[in-house]
């Protein structure tokens, strides 16, 4: 394992969130029938069940003792954590199984190889992501499937930010609680361990009224941003069922390609090549004003 600073403070938080989403009976704990003041498993309850003193779970949990690796397996294993959070916790203790962490600042120049990717695929949208995922390149597919991301400043071309705040980009989401839920779970998964990240305390900072992100931020919630499927729907084809694949530079590893397809054969994979005729003839906007198709002889 390498190891780096690690975030306590951050780490206790996600225990204490961690342990009030069980239940004494889901980790074999014999009902007292005795009222709980806490929700969730009590702090002695999980030092028993990792065969720690509930003096040490404490001080790890008040960001006043670093856990050992034994230890944070065991944490991982009592607290049911998925494989996501696993590596999450593991990041926050300052604790990697794999590569170093990525700079706490992310690049914000794109690789020549994501430009070139960007501009060969016309027939699928693509865009380029950072850890933070603010959107610094994309494809005109993209920018009509999604968003045209060139109407906004560049402190707004964030794709958190624009889910909460743009009205086209909601409206394209099916399921827009679903989406943007997994999309505040990658961005506390991909900041872990960077509570001083002068963009992500930006990004956090324009967010504060946002009371869905703040419901879902303090849960603390964290996914890997790797792939996946989303319904869109779209003014001027319709619905359509995409699957999402992230390619993440090995010059650059902060910065993620994400390139939606549709499934050959399919409705979607028609309506897809549909929208990518459009912005052959018309460009990024294809006929629409905003994100609203216009009337025929209105263009």
């Given at each position: 394992m390498n190891s780096h600073a690690g975030d306590p403070k951050e780490l206790g938080t996600f225990l204490r969130a961690r342990r009030a989403e069980l239940a004494p009976h889901q980790v074999g704990l014999p009902a007292?029938?005795?009222?709980?003041?806490?929700?969730?498993l009590r702090r002695e309850e999980v030092a028993q069940l990792a065969a720690i003193s509930t003096d040490y779970y404490t001080r790890v949990e008040q960001g006043r003792m670093s856990a050992s690796a034994p230890v944070l397996e065991a944490l991982a294993r009592v607290l049911r954590l998925s494989a996501d959070q696993r590596t999450y916790?593991?990041?926050?203790?300052?604790?990697?199984?794999?590569?170093?962490?990525?700079?706490?600042?992310?690049?914000t120049r794109v690789t020549e190889l994501g430009h070139r990717l960007l501009a060969?695929?016309?027939t699928y949208p693509a865009l380029v992501l950072t850890d933070a995922m603010d959107v610094?390149?994309?494809?005109?597919l993209a920018a009509t499937l999604?968003?045209?991301?060139?109407?906004?400043?560049?402190?707004?071309?964030?794709?958190?930010?624009?889910?909460?705040?743009?009205?086209?980009?909601?409206?394209?989401?099916?399921d827009w609680d679903s989406g943007a839920r997994s999309c505040v779970a990658y961005l506390r998964m991909n900041t872990a361990g960077r509570a001083d990240d002068p963009r992500l305390r930006g990004l956090l900072t324009q967010m504060a009224g946002q009371a869905d992100f703040q419901r879902w931020?303090?849960?603390?919630?964290v996914a890997v941003q790797g792939a996946g499927n989303k319904h869109f729907r779209h003014p001027l084809v319709?619905?359509?069922?995409?699957?999402?694949?992230?390619?993440?530079?090995?010059?650059?590893?902060?910065?993620?390609?994400?390139?939606?397809?549709?499934?050959?054969?399919?409705?979607?994979?028609?309506?897809?090549?549909?929208?990518?005729?459009?912005?052959?003839?018309?460009?990024?906007?294809?006929?629409l004003r905003d994100g609203q198709p216009v009337a025929p002889g209105l263009e």
């Open positions: 007292t029938g005795t009222p709980r003041r806490v929700t969730g916790l593991l990041g926050l203790a300052g604790r990697t199984p794999t590569d170093p962490p990525a700079p706490a600042t992310a690049t060969q695929l016309t610094l390149a994309w494809n005109p999604l968003t045209d991301f060139a109407l906004r400043p560049e402190h707004q071309r964030n794709y958190v930010w624009l889910l909460f705040n743009d009205p086209a980009l909601r409206a394209r989401y099916c931020w303090q849960g603390h919630e319709g619905d359509l069922t995409l699957d999402w694949d992230t390619l993440t530079s090995s010059t650059a590893p902060d910065q993620h390609i994400v390139v939606w397809t549709a499934q050959p054969g399919s409705p979607s994979e028609q309506r897809l090549h549909e929208l990518a005729a459009a912005v052959a003839t018309h460009g990024p906007t294809a006929g």
